[in-house]
C-alpha cells in the first residue's frame, strides 16, 4: 500500500550552490540562505528543510526577509525559527511582508506589529540586527554579519541603517550585508564589504527557455536585472536567493523552483601553505613542482 503525501508536505526544493574564494578566511565557512519562506510548510514541524540545513553542517543560517506572511496561518513559520535557532547561530532581517498588510499600504499599526514580530524572533535567540555589526566566529575565521530593515520600516531609517553598515565595514574581516530587496540603495554599489545577500525576487517567478533571469520581479518589473543568482558588484558580490515561497496563487511559479542556497566561502590561500608540508592542498603542492 502506498502511504499518501501528508497535505502540508509542499512541493520540492532544490538546493543551489555558489562557491566564492576570499583570502580573508583560512578554511572553508558553510552559509545557508533561507528567503521568502513565506511561511510555506516543508513537511511537519519544517523537518525537511531543517534536515537538509542539517545535512549541509551550516555555520550559520541567513535569513534576508519575507520569512513570514500576513496572509497565512504563522504556525510553520515559527517552527522553521525555532528549528533554525536549535540548528546554528541565525541572522533575521525584514521583508515587506514583515510589515504586513502590503496591499493596504504600510501604516504605524502595522510598524508596530514588525517591531514587536522582531522582539519575538530576538527571544528564540536569533539576531535581528538594525545596522549593528555583529560576528560570527568560525574555523575559517570571523565574519562579521550586518543587517538593514525592509524600506517599509521608513526610508530615513534604512538610509541610516545602511551607512552605519557601510561604516563599520573593517579591512581583512569578511562582511556580509543582509537587506531584502536587490534593487534598492543603488544595487548596494557603495557598500564596502565582501557580500550583500538578497531575496524579494522570487527568481522572476516564471523562467523560461532562452530567458535568462526571469519575467517579473516586484519592484523591478518585466525582466529584472537581479531575479536570482550570484552577480558582481564592484570588488564584491551580490546574491539573490530564488526564495522558498509556493504559495502565491495568484502568480505561481514556473521553471523556478523553490531554494535553498548554501553558500560556500572558501579560502584562495591555501592555510596550510607555510606550515605542514604533508597537509598542503593539491594545489599548492603543484605550484611547487
Ligand atoms: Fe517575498
Known amino acids: ?30 552559509l545557508a540562505v533561507a528567503a521568502d519562506l513565506h511561511g510555506c510548510p516543508y513537511g511537519e514541524g519544517q523537518r525537511r528543510l531543517l534536515a537538509a540545513i542539517r545535512r549541509e553542517r551550516a555555520d550559520a543560517i541567513l535569513m534576508p526577509g519575507d520569512m513570514y506572511d500576513d496572509r497565512d496561518d504563522d504556525g510553520p513559520f515559527w517552527d ?19 510589515y504586513g498588510r502590503c496591499l493596504e499600504g504600510v501604516t504605524n499599526r502595522s510598524r508596530a506589529e514588525a517591531a514587536a514580530l522582531k522582539e519575538k524572533v530576538r527571544a528564540l535567540g536569533i539576531a535581528v540586527p538594525e545596522g549593528e555589526r555583529l560576528v560570527l566566529p568560525t574555523k575559517g575565521g570571523r565574519i ?11 526610508r530615513n531609517r534604512v538610509s541610516e541603517q545602511y551607512l552605519r553598515c557601510c ?20 544595487g548596494y554599489r557603495y557598500f564596502p564589504g565582501d557580500m550583500v545577500i538578497c531575496g524579494h525576487a522570487h527568481g522572476g517567478q516564471w523562467r523560461l527557455p532562452g530567458l535568462r533571469g526571469g519575467v517579473y520581479a ?26 522558498l ?45
Do not use: W
Open 167 to 186: 561604516r563599520q565595514v573593517r579591512p581583512g574581516e569578511y562582511s556580509i550585508l543582509l537587506s531584502h530587496r536587490p534593487e534598492k540603495l543603488g
Open 80 to 98: 522553521f525559527l525555532q528549528g533554525a535557532a536549535a540548528l546554528a547561530p541565525c541572522f533575521y532581517v525584514t521583508g515587506n511582508h514583515e
Open 245 to 289: 515561497c509556493y504559495r502565491y496563487p495568484e502568480l505561481p511559479r514556473f521553471g523556478n523552483p523553490p531554494e535553498l542556497v548554501i553558500l560556500r566561502l572558501i579560502p584562495s590561500v591555501c592555510s596550510s601553505r607555510k606550515t605542514d608540508a604533508a597537509a598542503k592542498c593539491k594545489r599548492c603542492q603543484s605550484r611547487e613542482k
Open 218 to 243: 516586484p519592484g523591478q518589473g518585466l525582466f529584472p536585472k537581479y531575479a536570482g543568482g550570484l552577480y558582481r558588484r564592484g570588488q564584491g558580490h551580490l546574491l539573490v536567493s530564488c526564495g
Open 1 to 30: 500500500m502506498r502511504n499518501s503525501k501528508p497535505k502540508d508536505c509542499g512541493p520540492g526544493f532544490r538546493i543551489r550552490r555558489y562557491t566564492v574564494k576570499t583570502p580573508k578566511i583560512s578554511e572553508e565557512v558553510r
Open 144 to 154: 562579521a554579519i550586518m543587517g538593514i530593515d525592509d524600506p517599509f520600516a521608513g
